[in-house]
């Protein structure tokens, strides 16, 4: 295969790329700052998808294989795009003991997905966390990017039938 | 910035502070945020202007106040605190302030009670007093004059000396000598230095870490400066959890304004001192809590360990000298300090000098953070500072170290908490989670609860690790169906004892500990699944969960 030791071209005209461009130029395009731009990455465009992945290895000179050993290791990264909105159920022990299974059950009866899936119809896409370090609030859940402490299986659900409706 | 400077920094912003008379101090760590705090900031803000109210009293946003159950939290003039303040009360509280009435009665928290009286604060002691976002109030609470002490009158020797003498231990779980690990890292010879906060705070029920860098971030910049300073250091990370927002907002703030007024960056204070620090976000994996991984991880790489020797001291990120401490381990630094290391050395038990942080969490009254001198019992913690289990139900264990700890039961109440003792208990201290458990828990659920972490967190570098985890899981999980033979029992036994002793890092190591302290000590709740099928606590059999 021939190298190329040209910068390479960004996948399209989408100005999120410039975004992506910046951080490793702050990492001086150095292997280091991998994890760096695929955060910047997914913080832009939702997830890493494969041309994300292509692109940010050649222009820091990795081999895909590592991007996508890395993409993939840390929980944190998705190959994945999410549904329209995100709800996090915190598994962490306090939540665990103070009843997230239960809210676990609920999203499984109402939804029909485990935490990591998406609906069908791409409105919800359902997660856990380690833990969120909301304790305090035991059993905590993050409702688009929104912390509710002290959640039941009843107010789940209300919440999830509100992002049902069109 | 000289200590003229310094001081005249602090001195303008008493001033300010002192012209306003009353003072209220709206709690807005993550706990509280999620009770509105900020809306209730806001109505308060506007109610004292509309009020005209802005002559003699000030509303501002402070870190943790501890209690964050009861969130959100308001307290006025440090002397009475408000407890699960809505937006709607604003009116009442400012009624009352402005009219010179006493508290509104419905809201008020008692403050005499054992969680606020028994804690003795040294790391928190600016939580949910100053503004976190204002460089000004952490200077004019003695900020950065440890720093500018050690960097103008104490050479790097004499800094580690004093830490040394307070007998600090890492904050972080194992307990390694502060000191000792310092002057390794001095003495070795690279071309560069790095220093590393490791903020990558995994443990599920932890949240002591976050709650610092959200309340008090300019205390960790501090510390890790003079850790710079003592051991030769130019450059720093803070490696962070991406799951944190706001404290990697706080500390992006604190950084810029370190930076700003030349705390941060070349020629420190006029002398030869440079020192640069950098963020980098975790993304998601326990295992980067791990020194050698967590390099591995600024490094771009997956985070996996590394066998030790070499130590990170010796040979660590970018194979130079690198210093890994707790984000706990630093901010006990400055006040250390200021106050010298008999000081601290006076605090606590023979072996674990100072005070460490909780995180009380779990089937207790009172949930949120604790600061307790070391060698305080575990009863004091659960019953006084806790307050107890709650609804009428009966105490069963109390979980510490996280994932790596273990399950310590009634017997144990009286064990005082300090290193050694829990170690010797069979858990670890850890990071400071201490999770309460009551009759509704299934001691065995636990264990495979924690199991099903380690095996899903397990890098897979090592087999013992990555194929034992997942056998125990199978026949923790096998027992919790009510399915398990007496064989089964004898092999996870087995496996927990290979696992401990063949793994290669902490993670692995570490990861039979709550199999093996539930066995200990609650061995009779897995001979009922096994010989008659039955959960004590009615967690297992029914639906099979998560």
Redesign the interface.
């Known amino acids: 295969m021939p190298v190329s030791l040209s910068k390479p071209v960004a996948p399209s005209a989408d100005k999120r790329w410039k975004i992506v461009d910046a951080t490793m130029r702050r990492v001086g395009q150095?292997?280091?700052?991998?994890?760096?731009t695929?955060?910047t990455v997914q913080e832009a465009f939702g997830y890493l998808d494969e041309t994300a992945l292509r692109y940010v290895a050649l222009s820091l000179r990795?081999p895909l294989s590592?991007a996508y050993?890395?993409a993939t290791?840390?929980?944190?990264?998705t190959l994945k795009p999410a549904g329209e909105h995100t709800c996090v159920i915190c598994?962490?022990?306090?939540c665990?003991?103070?009843g997230a299974?239960?809210l676990?059950?609920t999203v499984r009866r109402e939804l029909g997905i485990t935490p990591g899936e998406t609906t069908e119809d791409g409105k919800v896409s359902v997660l856990s966390?380690?833990?969120?370090?909301?304790?305090?609030?035991?059993p905590?859940v993050v409702y688009d990017n929104?912390?509710?402490?002290k959640v039941s299986p009843l107010q789940l659900k209300e919440q999830l039938s509100k992002w049902g409706r069109p | 910035m000289t200590r003229e400077e310094l001081e005249q920094i602090a001195n303008t912003e008493r001033q300010s502070q002192a012209s306003t008379a009353q003072k209220l101090n709206v709690c807005v760590a993550a706990g509280c945020l999620s009770c509105q705090s900020q809306t209730v900031k806001e109505v308060l803000e506007k109610g004292v202007a509309r009020r005209g109210l802005g002559e003699r009293c000030a509303v501002k946003g402070v870190g943790c106040m501890g209690l964050c159950s009861e969130g959100a939290l308001v307290s006025v003039d440090q002397n009475i605190l408000y407890k699960r303040v809505l937006p709607a009360d604003a009116t009442d509280m400012l009624d009352a302030l402005e009219a010179g009435r006493p508290p509104v009665e419905r809201l008020v928290c008692p403050t005499n009670t054992p969680f606020f009286q028994r804690q003795k604060k040294i790391v928190l002691e600016n939580s949910g007093v100053i503004d976190p976002e204002r460089i000004e109030e952490y200077i004019a609470a003695c900020g950065y004059t440890a720093l500018v002490e050690a960097l103008t009158e104490l050479t790097p020797a004499e800094v580690i000396e004093q830490v040394t003498r307070s007998g600090l231990r890492g904050r972080g779980g194992a307990g390694y000598p502060t000191g000792l690990k310092w002057s390794t890292v001095a003495k070795a010879v690279g071309t560069q230095k790095f220093v590393i906060c490791n903020a990558d705070e995994g443990d599920p029920g932890a949240f002591m870490d976050r709650s610092v860098l959200e309340s008090d971030p300019h205390r960790v910049l501090e510390g890790m400066l003079i850790a710079a300073y003592a051991v030769g250091a130019s450059e720093g990370y803070i490696y962070v959890r991406a799951e944190y927002p706001l404290a990697i907002k706080r500390l992006k703030i604190a950084i810029r304004q370190a930076e700003k007024l030349g705390l941060l960056g070349s020629n420190i204070c006029g002398t030869r001192f440079n020192f640069r620090v950098d963020l980098r976000l975790g993304a998601g994996a326990f295992v980067c809590g791990e020194e050698t991984a967590l390099i591995a991880s600024i490094e771009g790489k997956r985070g996996a360990p590394r066998p030790r020797p070499p130590y990170p001291a010796m040979e660590g990120l970018l194979g130079e000298p690198t210093l890994i401490n707790n984000v706990e381990t630093f901010a006990n630094i400055p006040p250390i300090l200021r106050n010298g290391g008999e000081w601290f050395a006076a605090i606590g038990t023979e072996k674990s000098k100072g005070t460490k942080v909780f995180a009380l969490a779990g089937r207790v009254q009172n949930t949120g953070l604790v600061e307790v001198p070391m060698g305080i019992t575990l009863r004091e913690m659960v019953f006084q500072i806790g307050g107890g289990v709650p609804d009428g139900k009966n105490f069963k264990a109390v979980q510490t170290g996280g994932p790596s700890g273990g399950c310590l039961p009634a017997e144990c109440l009286d064990m005082p908490v300090d290193y050694e003792s829990l170690a010797r208990a069979g858990s670890i201290m850890g990071s400071g989670g201490m999770i309460i458990m009551d009759e509704t828990s299934c001691m065995v659920d636990v264990a495979k609860y924690f199991m099903d972490f380690c095996m899903t967190e397990s890098c897979g570098k090592c087999v013992p690790c990555r194929v034992g985890t997942y056998q125990m899981h199978r026949l923790l999980e096998t027992i919790t169906q009510l399915q398990a033979a007496p064989k089964d029992l004898a092999l996870l036994e087995e496996l927990c004892d290979l696992v401990k002793h063949t793994s290669l890092c902490g993670l692995g190591q570490s990861a039979p500990n709550p199999v093996l302290s539930t066995l200990r000590y609650f061995a009779e709740e897995y001979k009922a699944h096994i010989e008659r099928n039955q959960c004590v606590a009615g967690v297992c059999g029914q639906e099979v969960h998560v």
Do not use: M, N, W
């Open positions: 150095h292997s280091r700052g991998l994890i760096e695929l955060h990795v590592r050993g890395v290791f840390y929980h944190f990264f598994l962490g022990t306090a665990y003991i103070k299974p239960q676990v059950d966390a380690r833990c969120l370090g909301s304790c305090g609030l035991a905590a929104e912390v509710a402490g």
